[in-house]
């Protein structure tokens, strides 16, 4: 059987009660990091914007916008709420860099909409299916080169998750996923230059889920060998070197959801570890801020490319979620890292830009990315009494093997709830943190909908 049937058959026949319980406890647990990246994003740049531009463009009252309240045609739910999802940076991830929460679970949601709401059950088993499939085609860091992994990767998530709730069938479903295929793509310009356009790749993600769906469920074809064809998904963005067996083998046996990384602070995957390795210098040596003279990260070439740069533009919190010299920075600066730390005016402070330009530099490692782990990166401080601290980490916090405790998960969420700043929102948290974590339990999931 074609890679491009057995997707499809295995989208198509997952059934709840065939989910492993890690997987669904995994699932639920993207949702909780979405629906509080969300409810912190309601306001950030751009966001507010989208949400109205789509209620001025009006259409068939389909689909809920999070937290700004109104309906639009069920697409423009999902751009929006994965746009206010990803606004922050503080969502689900996985190397090289997708993000695949914030695209799948705002198109299920728009899914589960248009068909009249749909149990817990069934929410957590269509984003279970749409990670898994997402997972299953992200590629290596040098098989993307430059594209985005999550405008490439994402769509196929999105698009799964849509598909399995609107019930398509195998035919459909690999329609749905070709459509998808000339859909993807995102460049990592946007994050190097600060641009806006990261939310809104994220956004399109979702969007494409969506059209998708329906566009199959109309008839509309794609190309059967998506895959494996000449001009194939492999082929594309593969580049000839990736691992094609990996997108099917154990399909429906194997699951990669538990996979996942989730982020402990609000900013790129690839400034996570040496963020938490300058806290846990200054922890075990005792030192402050004020006690450096200088701090040197050392990082592999991709992570410079991405992040090796801090310029101050337009978009403030871009910059800073993409700039590992202010991540560290602000961790030695003003410990402990708070969202806080990355709203406009924190961001601006004299003080903290003055810090980092004078005691913080970024510099390439070759031999990180040969010999070590994609998010690896070590810490030189040069204190002022003449002491000199090395620190090295290769696994950052929030991934499986330095996972994050469930009180850091209900902390993160709370701490999302209180950058948002939504009275009506703030009273309900407790209420909304529960309903998630028990959401296989849920009679209509568009009740959650009404708590947001």
């Keep these: 059987m074609r890679k491009e049937d057995q997707l499809a058959d295995f989208i198509h026949g997952i059934r709840y009660e065939d989910i492993p319980k890690d997987v669904v406890e995994g699932a639920k647990r993207q949702c909780v990091a979405i629906c509080g990246a969300a409810i912190a994003g309601w306001k950030s740049d751009g966001i507010e914007a989208l949400a109205n531009l789509a209620k001025e463009l ?33 969502c689900d991830h996985i190397a090289p860099g997708p993000h695949i929460g914030a695209a799948t679970i705002p198109a299920a ?50 698009t799964a998750a849509a598909s399995w709730l609107l019930k398509l069938d195998e035919s459909q479903i690999m329609n749905a996923m070709a459509l998808a295929f ?27 889920g969506i059209e998708c ?14 895959l494996d064809g000449h001009y194939g998904y492999f082929f594309l963005f593969g580049r000839g070197r990736a691992d094609t067996a990996k997108a099917v083998d154990g399909l429906g046996d194997k699951w990669h959801v538990t996979d996942l990384n989730f982020k402990k602070y609000p900013s790129c995957g690839l400034t996570q570890g040496s963020t938490q390795l300058a806290l846990d210098m200054q922890r075990q040596h005792g030192f402050t801020g004020e006690d450096v003279e200088k701090a040197e990260v050392l990082v592999p070439p991709f992570t410079y490319k991405l992040t090796g740069e801090f310029r101050l533009g337009p978009n403030p919190k871009v910059d800073a979620q993409f700039s590992v010299g202010y991540c560290v920075a602000n961790a030695l600066f003003r410990p402990p890292v708070q969202l806080a730390h990355f709203e406009r005016e924190a961001i601006r402070d004299p003080a903290m830009l003055k810090y980092m330009e004078e005691k913080v530099s970024v510099v390439i490692d070759e031999g990180i990315a040969a010999t070590r782990e994609h998010y690896s990166s070590d810490l030189v401080v040069t204190l002022k009494d003449g ?8 696994v950052p916090p929030g991934t499986p093997a330095y996972p994050m405790t469930e009180d850091e998960h209900r902390q993160r969420f709370h701490d999302c709830v209180g950058i948002g700043d939504i009275p009506r929102v703030t009273e309900k948290a407790d209420e909304i943190f529960r309903y998630l974590k028990t959401l296989e339990n849920a ?3 568009r009740a959650l909908l009404s708590l947001l």
Aim: include cysteine.
């Design 182 to 208: 000339n859909k993807s793509g995102g460049s990592f310009q946007s994050h190097a230059d600060g641009a806006l356009a990261v939310r809104v790749i994220e956004g399109w993600t979702a969007e494409t």
């Design 443 to 445: 009679e209509d999931v």
């Design 58 to 90: 009006g259409g068939k009252h389909e689909a809920t916008i999070l937290l700004h309240g109104g309906k639009v045609p069920a697409h423009a739910a999902a751009f929006v709420n994965s746009s206010m999802a990803r606004a922050w940076d503080i």
């Design 387 to 394: 002491r000199v601290l090395k620190g090295s980490i290769d």
């Design 109 to 158: 949601l728009a899914a589960a909409e248009l068909i009249g709401g749909c149990s817990g059950e069934d929410l957590v088993a269509a984003v279970a299916v749409g990670t898994e499939t997402a997972l299953r085609l992200n590629l290596r860091e040098d098989e993307y080169a430059g594209f985005d992994p999550t405008g490439v990767v994402s769509v196929f998530g999105s």
């Design 213 to 226: 769906a329906r566009f199959a469920r109309l008839g509309i074809t794609g190309p059967e060998n998506w």
